[in-house]
């Protein structure tokens, strides 16, 4: 049958308003697919990489960055550091990475004994000026490590305190990675040392009392509280790993140093508490296990 020029046109304004509403559908399912139908179009924005080899490292933290009690009593070690120090017994993830020759010109420890989170934001706004490629965070013992139970550090103020730190971060070092232990397991310190008479008697001296006061209590209260210290723990590292997973240049350790066996071989021998040299050293052999894999821990 012959076409005629106004059935010609009307079969193309048909065919374009298919190929439009085709189009307008491809649009509109991209869209609500989170925009994967872009991928390798010119908007698209991959991701940001976590880089395995960082060239320069500032460590952020309480005590335990700061090797206390790991060679003398009652002293830091900066030294000995997990995070930054040059002791080859050590080998801190700083010298790890960058190398013994050049760790030291390219590492920082901003960690202070004694802190806790609300004192992390102002240690990262020191350690943003280096702009660092790599901030190691260690907070969160002191927390849960007060003189009762109930006076621990709240779980939704350990939360504001990370997130203001790591957003103050992100404001002056927007490119800084941020590798964030876990809080150790402080019920199973007071496990390593309980038995001894003399560890005992150290620990009276005022060390975590929410935990080891009472070291060998067995009665319902001691042991509650024991417990209770245990399950905030818990929480703090769930909240280090919700806040850390919201941001694309963090990772948290997925529970390393909480569920790593620490024996009392690994610990300082003046307060049975603190890492000694060994703890330290199993400290640093965690994380660059984890800043250097391929993929965060699952």
């Known amino acids: ?34 925009g994967s139908g872009d991928e390798g179009g010119q908007g698209a924005q991959a ?11 500032a460590a952020v933290g309480d005590s335990i960055t700061r ?46 004994t004694g802190s806790r989170m609300a004192d992390l934001p102002a240690q990262l706004a020191g350690a943003a000026g280096h702009k660092p490629e790599l901030v190691t965070v260690m907070v969160g013992s002191n927390d849960a490590c007060r003189p009762t139970a109930s006076s621990m550090t709240p779980v939704a103020d350990f939360r504001a305190g990370f997130e203001k730190a790591l957003a103050g971060l992100r404001a002056a070092s927007p490119a800084s990675q941020v590798y964030v232990s876990s809080v150790p397991d402080l019920q199973r310190l007071w496990e390593q040392g309980k038995d ?11 060390i975590c009392q929410s935990m080891l006061a009472d070291p ?44 790593y066996p620490f024996s009392a071989d690994q610990l300082s021998r003046w307060d049975w508490f603190h890492p000694g040299k060994d703890g330290q050293a199993r400290l640093a052999e965690l994380a660059h296990r984890q800043v250097t894999a391929a993929e965060p821990p699952r």
């Not at 491809?26 to 609500?32: L, R």
């Not at 080998?91 to 050049?102: K, N, P, V, Y």
């Open 1 to 34: 049958m012959r076409t005629t020029p106004a059935r010609r046109r009307a079969r193309r304004a048909i065919a374009g308003a298919g190929a439009a509403a085709a189009l307008l559908a491809g649009a509109i399912t991209g869209c609500s697919s989170g």
């Open 47 to 57: 991701a940001p990489r976590w880089n395995t080899a960082p060239a320069s490292i």
């Open 67 to 112: 090797g206390f009690d790991a060679c003398s009593v009652l002293a830091d070690c900066p030294e000995v550091s997990w995070a930054t120090g040059n002791d080859p017994a050590v080998r801190s993830l700083a010298t790890r990475l960058i190398g013994d020759a050049e760790a030291p010109a390219r590492s920082w420890n901003y960690a202070v």
């Open 196 to 206: 001894s008479p003399m560890v005992r008697q150290i620990w009276k001296l005022g």
């Open 216 to 259: 060998l209590a067995a009665g319902t209260g001691a042991t509650a509280r024991r417990e209770q210290v245990r399950a905030r723990v818990v929480e703090y590292n769930e909240v280090l790993r919700e806040v850390c997973a919201k941001d694309a240049l963090c990772r948290y350790d997925g529970g390393a140093v909480f569920q």
